[in-house]
T-cell receptor, first 117, second 109 residues
Framework: DTGVSQNPRHKITKRGQNVTFRCDPI?????LYWYRQTLGQGPEFLTY????????KSRLLSDRFSAERPKGSFSTLEIQRTEQGDSAMYLC???????????????FGSGTRLTVV | DQQVKQNSPSLSVQEGRISILNCDYT??????FLWYKKYPAEGPTFLIS?????DKNEDGRFTVFLNKSAKHLSLHIVPSQPGDSAVYFC????????FGTGTSLTVIP
């Protein structure tokens, strides 16, 4: 399977706990994106990486959220002190972005569904 | 601030007819556009893309049209099939991607 892999598929946690999600992108892709999607909405951008560099963060990414891509391969998204409003599907995507600006192979993972109780 | 808008939350089409899904955007800096299909409990699946230097891109039954002056994007599916029933998202990029809220397409056999 050479697609984008996300783990776990589902996570139920108590309010106030910390959670960490993992995303393994397509190996030759240099960009990795995190999105959050709630019911009836399109994916909302959270942050993205070009290799290991975090290039942009959305205002949705409060201080409780942090993302890393330490070696430019897999990425983790951590949410500290979870709140019920954090319940959503967290999607990862990756792409191959050329210096000329073309984008190839923009592929989503199946997502991690977080439920905060 | 919704930079990409899909104003029709749902659309029903008879099998074999054309489905037209529409998308409007506000940022003239967007230079790359995507359409995705999403089934319940799955991640979005890429359908077709178009860069701002083109006004049309075709892939089998799917054609995307871009009208830059109107800041309008559309996806045509011809002929529509029941398996096309899903939620369709358009997305636009000037670096990172902005998504519309989706249009739920139902193709009636």
């Amino acid at each position: 399977d050479t697609g984008v892999s996300q783990n776990p598929r589902h996570k139920i946690t108590k309010r106030g706990q910390n959670v960490t999600f993992r995303c393994d992108p397509i190996s030759e892709h240099n960009r990795l994106y995190w999105y959050r999607q709630t019911l009836g909405q399109g994916p909302e951008f959270l942050t993205y990486f070009q290799n290991e560099a975090q290039l942009e963060k959305s205002r949705l990414l409060s201080d409780r959220f942090s993302a890393e891509r330490p070696k430019g391969s897999f990425s983790t998204l951590e949410i500290q002190r979870t709140e019920q409003g954090d319940s959503a599907m967290y999607l990862c995507a990756s792409s191959l972005h050329s210096p000329a600006g073309s984008v190839r192979g923009y592929t989503f993972g199946s997502g991690t569904r977080l439920t905060v109780v | 601030d919704q930079q990409v808008k899909q104003n029709s939350p749902s659309l029903s089409v008879q099998e074999g007819r054309i489905s037209i899904l529409n998308c409007d955007y506000t940022n003239s800096m967007f230079d790359y556009f995507l359409w995705y299909k999403k089934y319940p409990a799955e991640g979005p699946t890429f359908l077709i893309s178009i860069s701002s230097i083109k006004d049309k891109n075709e892939d089998g039954r799917f054609t995307v049209f871009l009208n830059k002056s109107a800041k309008h994007l559309s996806l045509h599916i011809v002929p529509s099939q029941p398996g096309d029933s899903a939620v369709y998202f358009c997305a636009a990029s000037a670096g990172q991607f902005y998504f519309g809220t989706g249009t739920s397409l139902t193709v009636i056999p």
